[in-house]
């Protein structure tokens, strides 16, 4: 059994999936994001809820009041141009805090992802992040199945932010109208697990444990050796059961701790998952020692 988080001494966490945003980004994402999900009650464990002010040091702030060592920072950007712009930004942060792991925006729509890969590596960017509804690309689509192949032969990780597009009204009805004409640009199991066939050597880590929403459908990816899932926005959402089933089926050597900072409680958060029934040994491969041997760090 895991030991309560009060009981136990903290090893260096990495939470392997936060946001921080440039300062001129901020008022938009505030706006978009709050007035999508203003249906909800404030206290619903599905609202977007800021817990931090969204800024890089909100995020520092939030996550050493938590306890955590580390944390991966993802950029991201809807716009191709603006990538570049992004991963010199973040790679500023990592220079300047040791706490920060950055990772990369990169788009399909880019002129040159060679190039663009030229510079995240030549910037020591850790991987790439990529979100298919906020990009707006279909995951099979020719121009991101050469992106995934340019990202294997480079030995970069990605991080998909898996939604299901199937499952999401189900439990967020209010969004239909919102996002109901944007169903094909979903990361569904199904979609995933082929791109992780086509590429076996590209380590894909599925966000959100596996598929947003649609925690039934994971098998397709349960037995894919390149494929990790975090834990990232499933406090309050999965129940205690359904998380240790799907990492006894996916495995402990495959989870990696993830609060989707700012959005959930990196304190709460890293509570509930040392109260899950896991061992010290279990609860030290997801809280860092994964995400070390994954990026190298």
Not at 186 to 202: H, N, S
Not at 254 to 265: A, E, M, V, Y
Request: proline share 7%; net charge negative; aromatic share 10%.
């Amino acid at each position: 059994m895991g030991k309560p988080i009060d009981q136990y001494s903290l090893p260096r966490v990495i939470d392997c999936h936060t946001h921080a945003w440039m300062n001129e980004d901020l008022s938009l994402l505030r706006d978009r994001l709050m007035l999508m999900d203003q249906p909800l009650p404030d206290k619903h464990p599905l609202k977007w809820n800021l817990y931090h002010q969204g800024t890089p040091q909100g995020l520092l702030e939030h996550e050493k009041a938590a306890g955590i060592a580390r944390f991966v920072l993802l950029a991201i950007s809807a716009k191709p141009e603006r990538c570049r712009e992004l991963n010199f930004w973040v790679a500023g942060l990592a220079r300047a805090y040791p706490e920060v792991i950055p990772f990369a925006a990169l788009h399909p729509g880019a002129d040159s992802i060679k190039d663009e890969l030229d510079l995240i590596i030549k910037l020591g960017l850790k991987g790439v992040k990529l979100h298919s509804l906020v990009q707006r690309f279909p995951l099979l689509a020719p121009e991101t199945l050469k992106l995934f192949e340019a990202l294997e032969e480079a030995r970069l990780p990605v991080m998909l932010d898996t939604l299901s597009m199937a499952k999401v009204f189900n439990y967020k009805p209010h969004l239909k109208p919102i996002l109901g004409q944007f169903t094909e640009f979903g990361t569904e199991p199904i979609g995933t697990a082929e791109v992780a066939r086509r590429f076996p050597k590209l380590t894909i880590i599925a966000a959100h444990m596996g598929a947003l929403f649609a925690w039934e459908d994971l098998a397709p990816l349960m037995d894919l050796d390149n494929v990790y899932f975090d834990l990232s926005y499933t406090y309050h959402i999965l129940s205690r059961n359904e998380v240790m089933d799907i990492i006894r089926k996916k495995g402990v050597s495959h989870i990696l701790f993830g609060t989707d900072s700012p959005w959930k409680p990196a304190n709460e958060t890293l509570g509930w998952f040392f109260s899950l029934p896991l061992t010290p040994e279990e609860q030290e491969a997801i809280a860092w020692k994964n995400a070390e041997r994954l990026l190298n760090i």
